[in-house]
T-cell receptor
Framework: GESVGLHLPTLSVQEGDNSIINCAYS??????FIWYKQESGKGPQFIIDIRSNMDKRQGQRVTVLLNKTVKHLSLQIAATQPGDSAVYFC??????????FGPGTSLSVIP | NAGVTQTPKFRILKIGQSMTLQCAQD?????MYWYRQDPGMGLKLIYY???????DKGEVPNGYNVSRSTTEDFPLRLELAAPSQTSVYFCASNHRGLANEKLFFGSGTQLSVL
């Protein structure tokens, strides 16, 4: 079946350090992946996306890496700030046009 | 632009009651989705629509119905509410065929079934 899961449910980092959030996906036919940030009481907000024909994509302070061989996705946040504290979800678009979310990782930034 | 608008924001239902969660988008998006999010969990896809008149089941469709009579609106219907349907419901939309297919989310509807 289709599933997207995360290796680490919680992550605590010192302010200024880099954060790495991991995600495993099982559908090898998925062609589009997205990272979302969700703050308490709010809907998910788009962070960055990547298509299956790419291995890496960079945004402002964020980088997404895609390893199709092992079906693994990661989100790297540089110089983590207190405002980065939130739950982070990866999502995949499957061959049936469904967008499936993983269970999420809670990121806590220690001042 | 208002983006994706969900109503109501909060609702309490008794077991067996029915209700419709409203979702509207003004971005002319062709795809729309309904997700539910249980406390401390990820989002589960309930139903989605690729265009007016076309809907399909997601991961957890049981107990729900949807319709898509217009591009803008995608209501979610609960016919016989059960405690297991207590959750936060998010509607989302996007436009396929663009370089960026990110989903735009509404602010959510918090539903409690008692």
């Amino acid at each position: 079946g289709e599933s997207v899961g995360l290796h680490l449910p919680t992550l605590s980092v010192q302010e200024g350090d880099n954060s790495i959030i991991n995600c495993a996906y099982s559908n090898s036919a998925s062609d589009y992946f997205i990272w979302y940030k969700q703050e308490s009481g709010k809907g998910p907000q788009f962070i960055i996306d990547i298509r299956s024909n790419m291995d890496k994509r960079q945004g402002q302070r964020v980088t997404v890496l895609l390893n199709k061989t092992v079906k693994h996705l990661s989100l790297q946040i540089a110089a983590t700030q207190p405002g980065d504290s939130a739950v982070y979800f990866c999502a995949e678009k499957t061959s049936y046009d469904k967008v499936i979310f993983g269970p999420g990782t809670s990121l806590s930034v220690i001042p | 632009n208002a983006g994706v608008t969900q109503t109501p924001k909060f609702r309490i239902l008794k077991i067996g009651q029915s209700m419709t969660l409203q979702c509207a988008q003004d971005m002319n998006h062709n795809y729309m989705y309904w997700y539910r999010q249980d406390p401390g969990m990820g989002l589960k896809l309930i139903y989605y629509s690729v265009g007016a008149g076309i809907t399909d089941k997601g991961e957890v469709p049981n107990g729900y119905n949807v319709s898509r009579s217009t591009t803008e609106d995608f209501p979610l219907r609960l016919e016989l509410a059960a405690p297991s349907q207590t959750s936060v419901y998010f509607c989302a939309s996007n436009h396929r065929g663009l370089a960026n297919e990110k989903l735009f989310f509404g602010s959510g509807t918090q539903l409690s079934v008692l």
